[in-house]
């Protein structure tokens, strides 16, 4: 069992920066591929990043390619995902996510998740 908690959410304006931390505790994040994902108000929740357990791989949403970046530190038991140059439509709430088989995009293939992070782009 792993209890993931999500960090660093809040109201920016767009064109800003945020970092979101996804800090792991009950086992070590190092045993897993990490991903991101997000749930606007009424919509379903999508991919938005994927990282490998060893962090040579990474897999990004078309929306964010160039924008977001998604990093692992083993040691600490955290991964990251910094947000550049953000649009309106970037706003919802962030959920990290734990799965045992490798990276995916899919969101069923994930054991484990947090309880999100609000995100919220706005002048």
């Known amino acids: 069992q792993v209890q993931l908690v999500e960090s660093g959410g809040g109201l920016v304006q767009p064109g800003g920066s945020l970092r979101l931390s996804c800090t792991a505790s009950g086992r070590t994040v190092s045993r897993y591929a990490m991903g991101w994902f997000r749930q606007a108000p009424g919509k379903e929740r999508e991919f938005v990043a994927a990282i490998s357990v060893s962090g040579g791989g990474t897999r990004y949403a078309d929306s964010v390619k160039g924008r977001f970046t998604i990093s692992r530190d083993n040691a600490k038991n955290t991964v990251y995902l910094q947000m550049n140059s953000l649009k309106p439509e970037d706003t919802a709430v962030y959920y990290c996510?734990?799965?045992?088989?490798?990276?995916?995009?899919?969101?069923?293939?994930?054991?484990?998740w947090g309880q999100g992070t609000q995100v919220t782009v706005s002048s």
């Open positions: 996510a734990a799965n045992s088989y490798g990276i995916a995009t899919n969101r069923a293939a994930y054991d484990y």
